[in-house]
């Protein structure tokens, strides 16, 4: 029986402004019965209220952490790729590829740092500086621009221990398309025999 039934019931104790003793208990125990729902409800949304500010401010709390530990990395792969422009000893670059190669060639394509690796093949570098960057490049096989640049690489490079390296590279990506700069290879009468011989091997290869 809800409290307004109740109350409806006992009307006439109520205008007389007294009610027998048993209904006075049972009329207090209904009011606490339909007073203590309304109490618990707001006690429910207190907590929830709570937590969602709890949530909140640990979500803040995390994307801060995020966002500072990303512009901490990209700042320090900034720096990396300027000290491979900026390197003045050769060990000092093959440092700073060995760098950038375990702490972000591992996560994901970073077009900076392939963009300064390319440059590296391209330019009048050392020959351990490109063996470097052709290790380092070789963990993308799939990545088209990756692929293109070591076959033009292929076709200019005249450093004989990188034009093995640029050989075996190819073959392990088994490029149709570095049979023109193996027959260059194969054609100029100053490549070493040793390459010539690699060359001519994997250009039978690809041609199977």
């Known amino acids: 029986m809800s409290l307004e039934k109740f109350v409806k019931e006992h009307q006439d104790a109520f205008d007389d402004k007294t009610m027998p003793e048993t209904a006075s208990l049972d009329f207090e125990a209904r009011l606490k019965k339909e007073l203590h729902p309304k109490q618990t409800k707001v006690k429910r949304l207190n907590v929830i209220r709570y937590l969602s500010i709890a949530a909140s401010v640990a979500l803040l709390v995390t994307f801060g ?3 500072q530990n990303r512009q901490e990395r990209i700042e320090k792969r900034d720096n990396l790729v300027l000290a491979l ?3 003045d000893t050769n060990s000092s670059r093959l440092e700073a590829i060995y760098e ?6 591992n996560e994901k394509e970073d077009e900076k740092i392939l963009d300064a690796f390319f440059k590296i093949l391209k330019a009048n570098s050392d020959a351990n500086s490109k063996i470097a960057v052709i290790d380092a490049l070789l963990k993308f ?3 088209v621009k990756v692929r293109s640049q070591l076959i033009d690489a292929l076709g200019t490079e005249t450093e004989p221990l990188v034009q ?3 050989i075996k590279s190819v073959a392990t990506l088994r490029e149709q398309r570095a049979k023109a700069p193996l027959k260059k290879i194969i054609e100029d009468e100053e490549s070493l025999p040793l390459v010539k011989g690699n060359a001519s091997a994997l250009l039978a290869m690809l041609n199977q």
Do not use: A, G, M
């Not at 950038?100 to 060639?105: K, S």
């Open 100 to 105: 950038i190669e375990d702490q972000f060639v």
């Open 141 to 143: 096989p799939d990545n």
């Open 65 to 67: 952490y995020w966002y």
């Open 164 to 166: 093995l390296k640029l």
């Open 85 to 87: 422009d900026e390197s």
